[in-house]
C-alpha cells in the first residue's frame, strides 16, 4: 500500500485584477469592430483579401496580447487546480486502494466457493452416471436371464403347444434386443446445478456483480463478421488520425477503399 505524500493547501484564489479587464476591453474595441464589420461584407477582389488580411495580421496581435496577459493567470489557476487534486489524492487514494484490496479479496474467497462448488456437482454428474450406466447394465443383464428362462420354457413345451412355445421365443427375443437398445443408447444426465458461493450479505448494500467484457483477438475474423452483418459495424469505429494518414499517403481526391480523400486549404498568417 502507497503511503500518501504531503501536499500543501492551495492558496486563495487570486481574484483577477480590474485594470487587466479594462485594458483588454479598450486594446481589443477597434479591432473587435473591424472584424466584425469585415465578416459581414463578401470579398469580391484583390483590394478586399488585401484588407482582409490586414485584419487576420491585427487579429494576430491581438491575440498574442491576450495571451501575455492572461496566460500568466491561467497559469496560476492550473497550478491551484493541480495542488487540489494532489491534495484530495492524499486523502483519497489510500481509501481507494483499501478498497479494492478488500474487493480482490472477497471476490477471491467467491471465486474459490465456486469452484469447490462446480467440483461437487461435477462429482454429483459422475455418481449419477455411474449409477445409471450399473442400472443399465443390470437391466440387461435381468432380460437375458428371462430371455434364457422364456427359451427354455419354449422348449419345454413345444411339441405340446407350439404356438405358445413360438409366442415365449418371440417375446423373449424382443425384451433382449430392447435391453441392448437401451444398452448402447447414450445417457442422459438430469443433475442438479452447483450452488455457486455467495458473498456475505451480512453489511447492507455488499454484494456482486457480473461485467461482460471483450477483446479482440482476431481483427481478420471481427472485419469477416462485420462483412456478413454477424457483428455491428460500429465495432469498427474508425480513429481519425489513421484515416488522415491514409489520405495523406494517397493524395488523390476521391473514394479509396471506402475513405473520401479530398483536401482543405488554410492561411499562414505572420509565417505560422
Known amino acids: 500500500?502507497?503511503?500518501?505524500?504531503?501536499?500543501?493547501?492551495?492558496?486563495?484564489?487570486?481574484?483577477?485584477?480590474?485594470?487587466?479587464?479594462?485594458?483588454?476591453?479598450?486594446?481589443?474595441?477597434?479591432?473587435?469592430?473591424?472584424?466584425?464589420?469585415?465578416?459581414?461584407k463578401p470579398i469580391s477582389d484583390a483590394a478586399s483579401v488585401e484588407a482582409a488580411s490586414a485584419i487576420l495580421v491585427r487579429l494576430g496581435k491581438a491575440k498574442k496580447y491576450v495571451?501575455?496577459?492572461?496566460?500568466?493567470?491561467?497559469?496560476?489557476?492550473?497550478?491551484?487546480?493541480?495542488?487540489a487534486i494532489a491534495l484530495r489524492g492524499s486523502f483519497l487514494d489510500p481509501l481507494t486502494e483499501f478498497d479494492v484490496a478488500i474487493r480482490q479479496k472477497i471476490l477471491a474467497w467467491q471465486k474459490e466457493e465456486d469452484r469447490?462448488?462446480?467440483?461437487?456437482?461435477?462429482?454429483?454428474?459422475?455418481?449419477?452416471?455411474?449409477?445409471?450406466?450399473?442400472?443399465?447394465?443390470?437391466?440387461?443383464?435381468?432380460?437375458?436371464?428371462?430371455?434364457?428362462?422364456?427359451?427354455?420354457q419354449a422348449e419345454a413345451i413345444e411339441e405340446d403347444d407350439p404356438i405358445e412355445a413360438d409366442r415365449l421365443r418371440y417375446e423373449a427375443e424382443q425384451a433382449q434386443a430392447d435391453a441392448q437398445k437401451n444398452l448402447s443408447a447414450p445417457l442422459t444426465i438430469t443433475a442438479p446445478p452447483p450452488i455457486v458461493?455467495?458473498?456475505?450479505?451480512?453489511?447492507?448494500?455488499?454484494?456482486?456483480?457480473?461485467?461482460?467484457?471483450?477483446?479482440?483477438?482476431?481483427?481478420?475474423?471481427?472485419?469477416?463478421?462485420?462483412?456478413?452483418?454477424?457483428?455491428?459495424?460500429?465495432?469498427?469505429?474508425?480513429?481519425?488520425?489513421?484515416v488522415n494518414d491514409v489520405a495523406k499517403g494517397v493524395r488523390s481526391e476521391g473514394i479509396v477503399n471506402g475513405i473520401r480523400v479530398w483536401k482543405e486549404k488554410g492561411l499562414r498568417v505572420g509565417g505560422k
Do not use: C, Y
Open 116 to 152: 469447490k462448488a462446480e467440483e461437487a456437482a461435477a462429482a454429483e454428474r459422475k455418481r449419477l452416471q455411474e449409477e445409471a450406466e450399473n442400472k443399465r447394465k443390470e437391466d440387461a443383464r435381468l432380460a437375458a436371464e428371462a430371455a434364457a428362462i422364456a427359451q427354455a
Open 1 to 40: 500500500m502507497s503511503t500518501s505524500t504531503q501536499v500543501t493547501i492551495p492558496a486563495e484564489k487570486v481574484p483577477l485584477k480590474k485594470d487587466i479587464i479594462v485594458d483588454l476591453q479598450e486594446k481589443l474595441k477597434q479591432i473587435t469592430i473591424d472584424a466584425k464589420a469585415l465578416v459581414a
Open 197 to 242: 458461493g455467495t458473498v456475505a450479505k451480512a453489511v447492507a448494500g455488499v454484494g456482486t456483480t457480473e461485467t461482460w467484457k471483450g477483446d479482440v483477438v482476431d481483427l481478420f475474423a471481427l472485419v469477416v463478421a462485420v462483412a456478413e452483418k454477424r457483428a455491428p459495424i460500429e465495432i469498427l469505429a474508425p480513429v481519425q488520425k489513421v
Open 67 to 83: 495571451k501575455e496577459n492572461l496566460d500568466p493567470v491561467v497559469e496560476h489557476e492550473k497550478r491551484i487546480h493541480q495542488e
